[in-house]
């Protein structure tokens, strides 16, 4: 037989494998030689770059700003993103523009809200001394910086720095613009940040003429008025083509402090600071002392508004309603004028204003009260009246839809619901003693217990601790879990603000607002059924066309009690009064 497997094979094998490690030996060494090589070129070519002495220091300084500034660029870009959401809407600039003609409930009209696009006045036919007024005082480089004048600020903080306090806004006219377009007059850092952010996107979409011209169309100018020709027909019943030089100075000085300066709240202050205007006219080279002269003689008088009863907390509430609906139409409607017809009794408007003077000049001092609100409401929804503040002049605050208010006792109603809800009657026997929640132990107004009484009689004397343990006894024994359906229950309701889970929640201590808590009240009336609150009747286009109504497109009254828990909690309520009443005789 033939030998497969020749007796030289090992031989073979042990060469190759010496060959293959004298290869790989060598291109191990060829790398590392090659490596060190190349650090010792690299190292050569950046010795060239070495430094030292106030060089080096001066290297170091660069090289630590690049990295901060690397940083600075991404969180800026961070802080970037949340403003530019704010325009994501295609639409930003025509949703400025809606124009709002509003009747009351019985077809007079009763105010305006918006801007007439159509009927603005352009630019070159403001006059220009007004032009002039308004960049000397607001922004003298308007024309000069990209959305935020840096020099300006700087200036700002030197000026309030030494003043110990704010003398000069440094704040743009752009940065002013995207304040009046996209947010709000909260004053937070966010908020100035996204200004800033908003300001520069509008310098880019839009030309110095067009930032100006809607700034004078935008802005609010006191007395309900917004833009500038607005304030004129308000303060001097004329056009902003017409108005002088006096008056001019009026309302450029108005932009930053509307209510402070605004001349039917107080006129002194409003000729005081015409006066700072026309300084800056001189001191901004824009007119000389001669021309200023007759204007400081002769100061604007504007037209008396003493007796003007304007609805104007409730036309702002009736406007924003307005906008929210408008973004429910479709894409297909252009339309950007219309006149509504709301629910407001003018009648009823004018005694609810007066009651809450009468109550704040009787009472305010002995409650420490400047401010009221209330909401006159329909048991459908409809807000018949709304008073958001003692002077809309003074304060465009809306304290009935956006102030947030502990309700005290008035919570009650929604534990004493979701008690009925869960099983008892209004003749239930309740214990009036101590009761704790942690550390927390809840005591009654006299600092004493009543013992055994019916749920009626609970309600009646409005007992805390009575409403503490029914949030324990709806949540069968945990009052987390029961203060969890007292809130549910509350929010099905009406009330839109967020009642954190507090141990005192059953007693009142959480924040709600007026317009809420009266919405939620309607439920009991409607029989278990929630309603919205609402001031928009009908909408109409400007050429009469009916778009909405409420009856027929609104949000429909929503199931959250049966009839049988909501008419026990109004005969509770009623007893309330009526028994208060009896004692109050006796």
Not at 87 to 115: C, H, P, Q
Not at 371 to 394: I, K, N
Not at 409 to 416: A, L
Not at 501 to 512: C, N, Y
Request: proline share 4%.
């Amino acid at each position: 037989m033939r030998n497969l497997f020749p007796e030289d094979w090992k031989p073979n094998i042990k060469r190759f494998l010496l060959g293959l490690d004298a290869w790989v030996d060598f291109s191990v060494f060829r790398s590392v030689s090659g490596l060190r090589e190349t650090y010792e070129r690299f190292s050569t070519f950046m010795d060239r770059f070495h430094v030292s002495g106030w060089r080096r220091g001066l290297n170091e300084i660069v090289s630590e700003g690049a990295t901060i500034g690397t940083l600075g660029l991404i969180v800026m870009l961070a802080l970037a993103i949340p403003a530019f959401r704010e325009t994501s809407d295609d639409d930003w600039l025509k949703k400025s523009e809606l124009a709002v003609t509003f009747l009351d409930r019985y077809g007079n009209e009763v105010g305006s809200r918006g801007i007439k696009h159509n009927d603005a006045i352009p630019l070159d036919q403001f006059p220009d001394h007004l032009i002039k007024a308004v960049l000397s005082t607001e922004d003298r480089r308007f024309y000069e910086h990209f959305g935020i004048d840096l020099a300006g600020t700087a200036r700002a903080l030197v000026a309030n720095t030494r003043a110990g306090g704010v003398v000069q806004g440094g704040s743009s006219i752009t940065q002013q613009l995207a304040k009046n377009l996209f947010l709000n007059n909260e004053r937070t850092i966010e908020r100035k940040v996204k200004e800033a952010f908003l300001a520069m996107w509008l310098e880019a979409r839009l030309t110095k003429n067009e930032i100006l011209k809607l700034y004078l169309d935008r802005a609010y100018m006191g007395g309900g008025a917004f833009g500038v020709d607005a304030a004129a027909q308000y303060y001097f019943n004329k056009s902003a083509r017409d108005v002088n030089l006096a008056e001019a100075a009026m309302l450029a000085g108005l932009f930053k402090a509307p209510t402070k300066f605004a001349p039917h709240v107080n006129l002194p202050a409003a000729r005081a600071r015409a006066n700072v205007v026309l300084d800056n006219l001189v001191e901004a080279n824009m007119m000389t002392e001669g021309q200023v002269f007759g204007a400081r003689r002769h100061p604007a008088t504007p037209v008396d508004r003493r007796d003007d009863r304007a609805p104007n907390y409730y036309l702002d509430w009736a406007f924003d309603e307005m906008r929210k609906l408008v973004d429910t139409f479709p894409k297909s409607m252009t339309e950007r004028v219309f006149v509504v017809r709301t629910a407001l009794d003018t009648n009823l408007q004018i005694n609810a204003d007066a009651a809450v003077e009468s109550s704040l000049r009787q009472y305010g001092q002995e409650y420490h009260a400047k401010q009221a609100a209330a909401v006159l409401m329909d048991v459908d929804g409809a807000v018949r009246a709304m008073v958001g503040g003692r002077d809309y002049g003074a304060s465009q605050f809306n304290r009935a839809t956006d102030a947030m208010r502990q309700p005290g006792s008035s919570f009650k109603p929604y534990v004493y619901s979701a008690a009925l809800i869960n099983g008892m009657k209004p003749t239930s026997i309740v214990v009036d003693g101590p009761v704790c929640i942690g550390n927390w132990c809840p005591h009654n107004y006299g600092n004493g217990y009543s013992g055994s009484m019916t749920l009626l009689n609970a309600l009646t004397h409005s007992i805390n601790t009575i409403a503490v343990k029914l949030s324990i006894s709806i949540g069968n024994g945990n009052a987390k879990v029961g203060r969890a359906k007292i809130v549910k229950l509350a929010h099905d309701m009406g009330i839109r603000t967020p009642l954190p889970d507090t141990p005192s929640l059953p007693i009142g201590a959480d924040e709600v607002t007026v317009l809420d808590h009266t919405g939620a009240y309607a439920t009991f009336p409607n029989l278990g059924k929630a309603v919205t609150a609402h001031a928009l009747l009908e909408v109409r286009t400007g050429a009469g066309d009916l778009v909405w109504r409420f009856d027929r497109d609104g949000p429909k009254p929503r199931q959250v009690m049966s009839a049988g828990v909501a008419g026990d909690m109004i005969k509770m309520m009623n007893n309330v009064v009526e028994n208060r009443h009896h004692q109050r005789l006796s």
